[in-house]
């Protein structure tokens, strides 16, 4: 075995006959209990690794801590599920996260090192996925998971810089998400006409609320007298493992918002209000409304959300709209509140995003560039509320 020595700082140089390659190291001194700290890198040419050993001093200077550089990514992603979400993050969201990074991500990525990472790598992953038939908005879920986790490694000094913020994202083979125009919207509001549920379907369209939350919307929380009527989103409805539905608070910190409506989401309340007082004097001692919720089963229950969306399928079909799913009147409302003329800043307090840039990243594609116009615009899309069924 030869040695090549340099001074102190800038690394040593030798062939380790044993591996048949050439080893570089760092000599960084000893840590707070005297380990002598000496990151390596390796490479089949004494010219390659002199390039790796360079990059590893300047990332040394840099400030990050390249003594961890053995840190793959799958352990970066299991440190960053553990420390690095938000402490009021859902266990439902929590468990997505988890399930897209260890069941998508860190199969391809989390074998290479962190510090080894390289965008077209990320870029690599993404072409694996979309192999796989990966829908484009799943594809998307993974490439933000990636930049957040690499986002968590800057703050502890483990990279220099997020090699996933170049990538962008893909189209994926299937559509993108779901918008309506307002000549669809009016075409399904008058399909559901007589339907359950077409107050439900009016409060989600125009006002984007998830399915979850629209089920757990409490009269408490209605307030429909006044100049400036409005709702409180302050729950959602979630089935546990055991199959229980039960109330639980929303997805983040900024899901819980008062929102002002405009009058034909005034309306279809009002109607609302009176069919379930129709419900509850039919139902007499079987009503069982305990958390006195908005939109209930005809006894009082609330809703089960397979009902549901058996529900928006059949109002869809009727309309001659492809298959509608709960979720997705979410991203139409994004879509017509955008071409009623509201600012996206409006549409993202609207939608309980964390910030704007959440807004861009989902609904990249329904939103347009319209930075001016107010939610009443939206009382254009409904001239006469439709009536639920009798």
Same mark, same amino acid.
């Given at each position: 075995?030869?040695?090549?020595?340099?001074?102190?700082?800038?690394? +040593?140089?030798?062939?380790?006959?044993?591996?048949?390659?050439?080893?570089?190291?760092? %000599?960084?001194?000893?840590?707070?209990?005297?380990?002598?700290?000496?990151?390596?890198?390796?490479?089949?040419?004494?010219?390659?690794?002199?390039?790796?050993?360079?990059?590893?001093?300047?990332?040394?200077?840099?400030?990050?801590?390249?003594?961890?550089?053995?840190? +793959?990514? #799958?352990?970066?992603? %299991?440190?960053?599920? @553990?420390?690095?979400?938000?402490?009021?993050?859902?266990?439902?969201?929590?468990?997505?996260?988890?399930?897209?990074?260890?069941?998508?991500?860190?199969?391809?990525?989390?074998?290479?090192?962190?510090?080894?990472?390289?965008?077209?790598?990320? @870029?690599?992953?993404?072409? /694996?996925?979309?192999?796989?038939?990966?829908?484009?908005?799943?594809?998307?879920? &993974?490439?933000?998971?990636?930049?957040?986790?690499?986002?968590?490694?800057?703050?502890?000094?483990?990279?220099?810089?997020?090699?996933?913020?170049?990538?962008?994202?893909?189209?994926? $083979?299937?559509?993108? *998400?779901?918008?309506?125009?307002?000549?669809?919207?009016?075409?399904?509001?008058?399909?559901?006409?007589?339907?359950?549920?077409?107050?439900?379907?009016?409060?989600?369209?125009?006002?984007?609320? *998830?399915?979850? @939350?629209?089920?757990?919307?409490?009269?408490?929380?209605? @307030?429909?007298?006044? %100049?400036? $009527?409005?709702?409180?989103?302050?729950?959602?409805?979630?089935?546990?493992?055991?199959?229980?539905?039960?109330?639980?608070?929303?997805?983040?910190?900024?899901?819980?918002? /008062?929102?002002?409506?405009?009058?034909?989401?005034?309306?279809?309340?009002?109607?609302?209000?009176?069919?379930?007082?129709?419900?509850?004097?039919?139902?007499?001692?079987?009503?069982?409304?305990?958390?006195?919720?908005?939109?209930? /089963?005809?006894?009082?229950?609330?809703?089960?959300?397979?009902?549901?969306?058996?529900?928006? +399928?059949?109002?869809?079909?009727?309309?001659?709209?492809?298959?509608?799913?709960?979720?997705?009147? *979410?991203?139409?409302? #994004?879509?017509?509140?955008? &071409? #009623?003329?509201?600012?996206?800043?409006?549409?993202? %307090?609207?939608?309980?995003?964390?910030?704007?840039?959440?807004?861009?990243?989902?609904?990249?594609?329904?939103?347009?560039?319209?930075?001016?116009?107010?939610?009443?615009?939206?009382?254009?899309?409904?001239?006469?509320?439709?009536? $639920?069924?009798?």
């Amino acid at each position: 075995m030869t040695r090549m020595r340099r001074d102190r700082g800038d690394g +040593t140089l030798y062939f380790d006959e044993r591996r048949d390659r050439w080893i570089g190291q760092l %000599d960084l001194g000893t840590d707070h209990t005297g380990q002598r700290r000496r990151p390596k890198v390796s490479g089949r040419t004494r010219a390659e690794v002199r390039i790796k050993l360079m990059e590893l001093r300047d990332k040394h200077e840099a400030g990050v801590d390249v003594t961890t550089r053995a840190m +793959t990514f #799958a352990q970066l992603v %299991d440190a960053f599920l @553990e420390r690095g979400l938000p402490g009021d993050l859902t266990e439902n969201t929590r468990s997505n996260y988890e399930r897209m990074l260890h069941l998508n991500v860190t199969p391809i990525l989390g074998d290479l090192r962190l510090l080894e990472l390289k965008s077209d790598q990320v @870029e690599a992953m993404l072409d /694996t996925l979309e192999e796989k038939g990966m829908a484009a908005s799943s594809m998307r879920h &993974a490439l933000n998971l990636t930049r957040r986790a690499l986002r968590f490694a800057i703050l502890r000094d483990l990279v220099i810089r997020n090699v996933a913020e170049p990538v962008q994202t893909r189209r994926g $083979p299937k559509a993108e *998400r779901f918008g309506l125009t307002v000549t669809q919207a009016k075409r399904l509001l008058e399909a559901a006409e007589g339907e359950r549920l077409v107050n439900m379907l009016i409060l989600c369209l125009l006002l984007g609320l *998830r399915p979850g @939350e629209a089920s757990a919307l409490a009269w408490e929380h209605v @307030e429909l007298d006044g %100049d400036r $009527p409005t709702i409180t989103v302050a729950a959602s409805l979630r089935r546990t493992p055991q199959g229980e539905l039960v109330l639980v608070p929303p997805k983040t910190a900024t899901s819980k918002r /008062t929102l002002e409506i405009p009058p034909p989401v005034v309306a279809a309340l009002r109607a609302q209000r009176a069919m379930q007082q129709a419900d509850a004097d039919s139902a007499g001692s079987a009503w069982q409304n305990t958390h006195d919720l908005v939109f209930t /089963t005809e006894v009082g229950t609330p809703l089960d959300p397979s009902n549901v969306r058996r529900a928006y +399928t059949r109002m869809a079909k009727n309309a001659d709209i492809a298959h509608l799913h709960p979720h997705m009147l *979410r991203h139409a409302a #994004a879509s017509l509140l955008s &071409a #009623a003329g509201v600012p996206i800043e409006d549409i993202s %307090d609207t939608l309980g995003h964390r910030s704007v840039s959440v807004t861009a990243e989902i609904y990249r594609h329904p939103i347009a560039p319209i930075r001016s116009g107010h939610m009443a615009a939206m009382n254009q899309l409904i001239d006469t509320p439709p009536k $639920p069924a009798s």
